[in-house]
């Protein structure tokens, strides 16, 4: 089974500081995104990533940047946490299908990130 | 652009009733994708389906089903006999041709809450 692992199922922040949120998968996808979740906006993309290195902003990439250094690990980064960051925070993998069109992704737990 | 609306934000049913969720969704291509995925409260989200937009047969998967008429843009997905097991929230997903490196970019609808009451 592909498996998608958040490091963390819920974090409390303060105002100010710089957040790490690590994803993990152990499939071999080409690639990772990073999803915000918020009620009655649904997901919506920050950053994705298709390869080791490469990185594509989303949606609503400010306030965040991403990382990633080996295929199986993206992180989301947040420099300087505020409190209209606090959401939940969905990390996916997924392949390159035919065409280069997407599969389907497999998704983590979530984090779910409070900012005080 | 490309969109994907799903009108019903929250739907109760009682337990073994049929319901159907909605999905409309707007594309300017003629090649994509449409997906399903379930929500349930331990929040990971779980891929249901993938259709192509080709491919308009209607699909049965035991109790769940899926209604794809492109002459509407409409991707339909119905539970029959429902269960207090599909209490969840469902999303539609949309993915077409992208610039960036050859990513199709997937937009999701706002998602659909279905609570089944025993």
């Known amino acids: 089974d592909v498996k998608v692992t958040q490091s963390s199922r819920y974090l409390v922040k303060r105002t100010g500081e710089k957040v790490f949120l690590e994803c993990v998968q152990d499939?071999?996808?080409?690639?990772m995104f990073w999803y915000r979740q918020d009620p009655g906006l649904g997901l919506r993309l920050i950053y994705f990533s298709y390869d080791v290195k490469m990185k594509e902003k989303g949606d609503i990439p400010e306030g965040y940047s991403v990382s990633r250094e080996k295929k199986e690990r993206f992180s989301l980064i947040l420099e300087s946490a505020s409190t209209n960051q606090t959401s939940m925070y969905l990390c996916?993998?997924?392949?390159?299908?035919?065409?280069?069109?997407?599969?389907?992704?497999?998704f983590g737990q979530g984090t779910r990130l409070t900012v005080v | 652009a490309q969109k994907v609306t799903q009108a019903q934000t929250e739907i109760s049913v009682v337990e073994k009733e049929d319901v159907t969720l909605d999905c409309v969704y707007e594309t300017r291509d003629t090649t994509y994708y449409l997906f399903w995925y379930k929500q349930p409260p331990s929040g990971e989200l779980v891929f249901l389906i993938r259709r192509n937009s080709f491919d308009e047969q209607n699909e049965i998967s035991g109790r769940y089903s899926w209604n794809f008429q492109k002459s509407t843009s409409s991707f339909n997905f119905t539970i029959t006999a429902s269960q207090v097991v599909d209490s969840a929230v469902y999303f539609c997903?949309?993915?077409?041709?992208?610039?960036?490196?050859?990513?199709?970019?997937?937009?999701f609808g706002i998602g659909t809450k279905l609570q089944v009451i025993p």
């Open positions: 997903a949309l993915s077409e041709a992208g610039n960036s490196g050859g990513y199709q970019k997937v937009t």
């Open positions: 499939m071999d996808h080409e690639n």
């Open positions: 996916a993998s997924s392949l390159w299908g035919a065409n280069k069109f997407n599969t389907e992704a497999f």
